[in-house]
Protein backbone atom coordinates (compact mmCIF):
# COMPACT_ATOMS: atom_id res chain seq x y z
CA UNK A 1 0.00 0.00 0.00
CA UNK A 2 2.80 2.29 0.75
CA UNK A 3 4.78 1.53 -1.99
CA UNK A 4 1.63 2.19 -4.44
CA UNK A 5 1.22 5.42 -2.96
CA UNK A 6 4.82 6.28 -3.59
CA UNK A 7 4.80 5.48 -6.95
CA UNK A 8 1.60 7.29 -7.61
CA UNK A 9 2.86 10.86 -6.28
CA UNK A 10 6.07 10.42 -8.15
CA UNK A 11 3.57 9.49 -11.11
CA UNK A 12 2.01 13.04 -10.34
CA UNK A 13 5.11 14.69 -9.63
CA UNK A 14 6.57 13.71 -13.03
CA UNK A 15 3.52 13.41 -15.70
CA UNK A 16 1.11 16.17 -14.32
CA UNK A 17 3.03 18.81 -16.64
CA UNK A 18 2.99 16.95 -19.79
CA UNK A 19 -0.42 15.64 -18.72
CA UNK A 20 -1.91 18.77 -18.93
CA UNK A 21 -0.65 20.25 -21.46
CA UNK A 22 -1.97 17.47 -23.73
CA UNK A 23 -5.37 18.06 -22.19
CA UNK A 24 -5.34 21.52 -23.01
CA UNK A 25 -4.13 21.12 -26.26
CA UNK A 26 -7.17 18.78 -26.69
CA UNK A 27 -10.15 20.77 -25.42
CA UNK A 28 -8.55 24.47 -25.34
CA UNK A 29 -10.69 25.03 -21.49
CA UNK A 30 -8.04 25.26 -18.71
CA UNK A 31 -10.46 24.60 -16.21
CA UNK A 32 -11.71 21.50 -18.02
CA UNK A 33 -8.34 20.23 -18.54
CA UNK A 34 -7.13 19.98 -14.91
CA UNK A 35 -10.18 18.47 -14.25
CA UNK A 36 -9.27 15.96 -16.81
CA UNK A 37 -5.91 15.72 -15.48
CA UNK A 38 -7.27 15.26 -11.83
CA UNK A 39 -10.06 12.24 -12.77
CA UNK A 40 -7.18 10.82 -14.52
CA UNK A 41 -4.71 10.05 -11.31
CA UNK A 42 -8.12 9.47 -9.26
CA UNK A 43 -9.23 6.63 -11.46
CA UNK A 44 -5.41 5.17 -11.48
CA UNK A 45 -5.35 5.03 -7.86
CA UNK A 46 -8.14 2.98 -7.92
CA UNK A 47 -7.06 0.82 -10.90
CA UNK A 48 -3.30 1.24 -10.01
CA UNK A 49 -2.98 -2.47 -8.66
CA UNK A 50 -4.24 -3.89 -12.26
CA UNK A 51 -1.52 -2.26 -13.62
CA UNK A 52 0.92 -4.91 -14.60
CA UNK A 53 3.75 -2.98 -16.02
CA UNK A 54 3.55 -3.88 -19.58
CA UNK A 55 3.76 -0.07 -20.92
CA UNK A 56 5.83 2.23 -19.24
CA UNK A 57 3.58 4.34 -16.45
CA UNK A 58 2.99 7.01 -18.85
CA UNK A 59 1.87 5.52 -21.92
CA UNK A 60 -0.63 4.19 -19.09
CA UNK A 61 -1.46 7.09 -17.76
CA UNK A 62 -1.89 8.72 -21.07
CA UNK A 63 -4.23 6.00 -22.37
CA UNK A 64 -5.90 6.51 -19.23
CA UNK A 65 -6.17 10.30 -20.23
CA UNK A 66 -7.33 9.91 -23.74
CA UNK A 67 -10.33 7.91 -22.70
CA UNK A 68 -11.26 10.81 -20.76
CA UNK A 69 -10.88 13.29 -23.29
CA UNK A 70 -12.74 11.42 -26.10
CA UNK A 71 -15.83 10.98 -23.80
CA UNK A 72 -15.90 15.16 -23.82
CA UNK A 73 -15.82 15.35 -27.33
CA UNK A 74 -18.26 12.44 -28.00
CA UNK A 75 -20.44 14.07 -25.12
CA UNK A 76 -20.27 17.40 -26.72
CA UNK A 77 -21.34 15.51 -30.25
CA UNK A 78 -24.37 14.73 -28.94
CA UNK A 79 -25.44 17.55 -27.91
CA UNK A 80 -28.37 18.89 -30.33
CA UNK A 81 -27.12 22.00 -32.48
CA UNK A 82 -27.92 25.31 -30.35
CA UNK A 83 -27.33 27.96 -32.94
CA UNK A 84 -29.02 28.28 -36.39
CA UNK A 85 -25.64 28.02 -38.62
CA UNK A 86 -25.32 28.79 -42.38
CA UNK A 87 -25.71 25.97 -44.98
CA UNK A 88 -24.75 25.76 -48.23
CA UNK A 89 -27.47 27.55 -49.86
CA UNK A 90 -26.59 30.95 -47.49
CA UNK A 91 -23.07 30.74 -49.71
CA UNK A 92 -23.80 29.11 -53.40
CA UNK A 93 -26.57 29.54 -55.70
CA UNK A 94 -28.92 26.73 -57.22
CA UNK A 95 -25.81 26.16 -59.94
CA UNK A 96 -22.92 26.20 -57.11
CA UNK A 97 -21.83 29.30 -58.01
CA UNK A 98 -20.72 32.22 -55.16
CA UNK A 99 -23.71 34.81 -54.47
CA UNK A 100 -21.88 37.77 -55.29
CA UNK A 101 -21.70 39.39 -51.92
CA UNK A 102 -20.27 35.80 -50.29
CA UNK A 103 -17.64 35.93 -52.86
CA UNK A 104 -14.22 35.44 -50.72
CA UNK A 105 -12.30 39.19 -51.23
CA UNK A 106 -8.62 38.57 -50.95
CA UNK A 107 -7.36 39.68 -47.55
CA UNK A 108 -4.80 42.02 -46.30
CA UNK A 109 -2.12 40.02 -44.25
CA UNK A 110 0.81 42.12 -44.91
CA UNK A 111 1.04 42.87 -41.25
CA UNK A 112 2.99 40.14 -40.84
CA UNK A 113 2.39 38.94 -37.34
CA UNK A 114 -1.40 38.44 -37.68
CA UNK A 115 -0.88 35.22 -36.30
CA UNK A 116 0.76 35.95 -32.68
CA UNK A 117 -1.83 38.84 -33.00
CA UNK A 118 -4.09 38.50 -29.38
CA UNK A 119 -7.01 40.40 -30.83
CA UNK A 120 -7.17 38.13 -34.05
CA UNK A 121 -6.72 34.76 -32.01
CA UNK A 122 -9.82 35.99 -29.60
CA UNK A 123 -11.59 36.59 -33.06
CA UNK A 124 -10.31 33.09 -34.22
CA UNK A 125 -11.67 31.47 -30.83
CA UNK A 126 -14.71 33.01 -30.86
CA UNK A 127 -15.66 32.20 -34.28
CA UNK A 128 -14.46 28.61 -33.52
CA UNK A 129 -16.93 28.64 -30.44
CA UNK A 130 -19.27 29.43 -32.18
CA UNK A 131 -19.80 26.42 -34.68
CA UNK A 132 -22.39 23.93 -33.76
CA UNK A 133 -21.10 21.97 -31.32
CA UNK A 134 -20.83 18.63 -33.29
CA UNK A 135 -19.01 20.85 -36.15
CA UNK A 136 -16.87 22.12 -33.36
CA UNK A 137 -15.93 18.56 -32.76
CA UNK A 138 -15.20 17.53 -35.97
CA UNK A 139 -12.76 20.42 -36.23
CA UNK A 140 -11.55 20.20 -33.15
CA UNK A 141 -10.79 16.64 -34.05
CA UNK A 142 -8.68 17.42 -36.75
CA UNK A 143 -6.05 20.38 -35.38
CA UNK A 144 -6.05 18.81 -31.56
CA UNK A 145 -5.54 15.01 -32.11
CA UNK A 146 -4.57 15.30 -35.51
CA UNK A 147 -6.50 11.92 -36.45
CA UNK A 148 -7.03 11.29 -39.72
CA UNK A 149 -10.58 11.22 -41.62
CA UNK A 150 -11.02 7.38 -40.99
CA UNK A 151 -10.11 8.09 -37.19
CA UNK A 152 -12.78 11.34 -36.80
CA UNK A 153 -15.40 9.06 -38.04
CA UNK A 154 -14.71 6.08 -35.59
CA UNK A 155 -14.72 8.54 -33.04
CA UNK A 156 -17.62 10.51 -33.39
CA UNK A 157 -19.82 7.51 -35.15
CA UNK A 158 -20.48 9.16 -38.49
CA UNK A 159 -20.44 8.32 -41.96
CA UNK A 160 -17.62 9.69 -43.93
CA UNK A 161 -19.79 11.19 -45.98
CA UNK A 162 -21.10 13.10 -42.94
CA UNK A 163 -17.81 14.05 -42.66
CA UNK A 164 -17.05 16.29 -45.44
CA UNK A 165 -19.81 18.08 -45.25
CA UNK A 166 -19.86 19.03 -42.04
CA UNK A 167 -16.02 19.85 -42.48
CA UNK A 168 -16.69 21.90 -45.49
CA UNK A 169 -19.55 23.68 -43.68
CA UNK A 170 -17.84 24.09 -40.49
CA UNK A 171 -14.69 26.23 -42.76
CA UNK A 172 -17.14 28.19 -44.62
CA UNK A 173 -18.87 29.44 -41.40
CA UNK A 174 -15.39 29.78 -39.95
CA UNK A 175 -14.20 31.69 -42.52
CA UNK A 176 -17.08 33.69 -42.86
CA UNK A 177 -17.14 34.54 -39.27
CA UNK A 178 -13.57 35.63 -39.03
CA UNK A 179 -13.84 37.49 -42.52
CA UNK A 180 -16.68 39.55 -41.00
CA UNK A 181 -15.79 39.96 -37.29
CA UNK A 182 -11.86 41.10 -38.56
CA UNK A 183 -11.06 41.37 -42.19
CA UNK A 184 -14.35 43.51 -42.23
CA UNK A 185 -13.50 45.74 -39.49
CA UNK B 1 -22.88 26.14 -71.67
CA UNK B 2 -22.56 26.82 -67.78
CA UNK B 3 -24.05 22.98 -66.75
CA UNK B 4 -21.12 21.74 -69.11
CA UNK B 5 -18.16 23.62 -67.43
CA UNK B 6 -19.34 22.74 -64.18
CA UNK B 7 -19.00 19.22 -64.71
CA UNK B 8 -15.69 19.77 -66.86
CA UNK B 9 -14.64 22.52 -64.15
CA UNK B 10 -16.75 21.82 -60.75
CA UNK B 11 -18.96 24.26 -59.24
CA UNK B 12 -17.46 26.65 -56.36
CA UNK B 13 -19.34 24.47 -53.89
CA UNK B 14 -17.70 21.25 -55.26
CA UNK B 15 -14.23 23.27 -55.38
CA UNK B 16 -14.11 24.37 -51.79
CA UNK B 17 -15.27 20.73 -50.97
CA UNK B 18 -12.13 19.65 -52.58
CA UNK B 19 -10.06 22.18 -51.14
CA UNK B 20 -11.51 20.87 -47.62
CA UNK B 21 -10.37 17.43 -48.54
CA UNK B 22 -7.24 18.41 -49.76
CA UNK B 23 -6.67 19.98 -46.67
CA UNK B 24 -7.45 16.61 -44.38
CA UNK B 25 -6.50 14.42 -46.53
CA UNK B 26 -5.21 14.15 -50.22
CA UNK B 27 -7.15 14.11 -53.31
CA UNK B 28 -7.31 11.76 -56.49
CA UNK B 29 -5.51 13.12 -59.76
CA UNK B 30 -8.39 13.46 -61.45
CA UNK B 31 -9.50 15.78 -58.39
CA UNK B 32 -6.33 17.85 -58.67
CA UNK B 33 -6.68 18.53 -61.82
CA UNK B 34 -10.30 19.12 -61.66
CA UNK B 35 -9.07 21.69 -58.95
CA UNK B 36 -6.26 23.40 -59.92
CA UNK B 37 -8.15 24.25 -63.83
CA UNK B 38 -11.18 25.69 -61.72
CA UNK B 39 -8.68 28.22 -59.74
CA UNK B 40 -6.93 29.18 -62.50
CA UNK B 41 -10.49 30.54 -63.98
CA UNK B 42 -12.41 31.42 -60.11
CA UNK B 43 -10.46 34.15 -58.02
CA UNK B 44 -13.17 33.29 -55.29
CA UNK B 45 -12.08 30.25 -54.71
CA UNK B 46 -8.41 31.14 -55.23
CA UNK B 47 -9.05 33.22 -52.41
CA UNK B 48 -10.87 30.73 -50.18
CA UNK B 49 -7.77 28.14 -50.61
CA UNK B 50 -5.45 30.52 -49.53
CA UNK B 51 -7.77 31.70 -46.38
CA UNK B 52 -8.46 28.17 -45.27
CA UNK B 53 -4.55 27.59 -45.23
CA UNK B 54 -4.30 30.37 -43.29
CA UNK B 55 -6.79 29.42 -40.70
CA UNK B 56 -5.33 26.15 -40.52
CA UNK B 57 -2.33 27.53 -39.54
CA UNK B 58 -3.81 30.19 -37.11
CA UNK B 59 -5.59 27.49 -35.58
CA UNK B 60 -2.30 25.38 -34.84
CA UNK B 61 -0.22 28.03 -34.02
CA UNK B 62 -2.90 29.45 -31.48
CA UNK B 63 -2.60 25.69 -29.71
CA UNK B 64 0.98 26.05 -29.73
CA UNK B 65 0.78 29.50 -27.82
CA UNK B 66 -1.98 28.27 -25.53
CA UNK B 67 0.36 25.42 -24.80
CA UNK B 68 3.43 27.30 -23.94
CA UNK B 69 1.84 29.19 -20.70
CA UNK B 70 1.28 26.69 -18.10
CA UNK B 71 2.00 26.88 -14.61
CA UNK B 72 1.30 23.23 -13.36
CA UNK B 73 2.47 23.80 -9.44
CA UNK B 74 -0.92 24.34 -7.93
CA UNK B 75 -2.38 21.46 -10.63
CA UNK B 76 0.16 18.95 -8.76
CA UNK B 77 -0.56 19.86 -5.22
CA UNK B 78 -4.36 19.68 -5.74
CA UNK B 79 -4.13 16.51 -7.61
CA UNK B 80 -1.70 14.87 -4.94
CA UNK B 81 -4.69 16.39 -2.36
CA UNK B 82 -7.05 14.56 -3.91
CA UNK B 83 -5.37 11.20 -4.29
CA UNK B 84 -4.77 11.40 -0.58
CA UNK B 85 -8.35 11.40 0.06
CA UNK B 86 -9.59 8.80 -2.29
CA UNK B 87 -6.78 6.26 -1.30
Known sequence: MTQKKYNLTEWVNTYTADMFR?????????????DLVQDTFVAA?????????????????????NHK?????????????????????????????WFVN????????????LLDNVEFNAVL???????????????????????????????LEIAPTNLW????RAKLNLRDCINKNWFQN | MKKIMHILFLSCLKATELIEKKLLIKLSFKEKIQLSVHKAMCDACTNYEKQSTLIDTAM???IEQDEAQVDVSSLIK????????SI
Open chain 1, 102 to 113: KRPQSWDVSDGH
Open chain 1, 165 to 168: QIMH
Open chain 1, 45 to 65: TEKVKDFKGDSSPKTWLFSIL
Open chain 1, 22 to 34: WALYKVSDEELAK
Open chain 1, 69 to 97: IIDVYRKNAKKPIAVEPKTFSDFFDENGD
Open chain 2, 60 to 62: KHK
Open chain 1, 125 to 155: KACLEALPEKWGACVKFKYYFNKNADEICQE
Open chain 2, 78 to 85: STLSKIEK
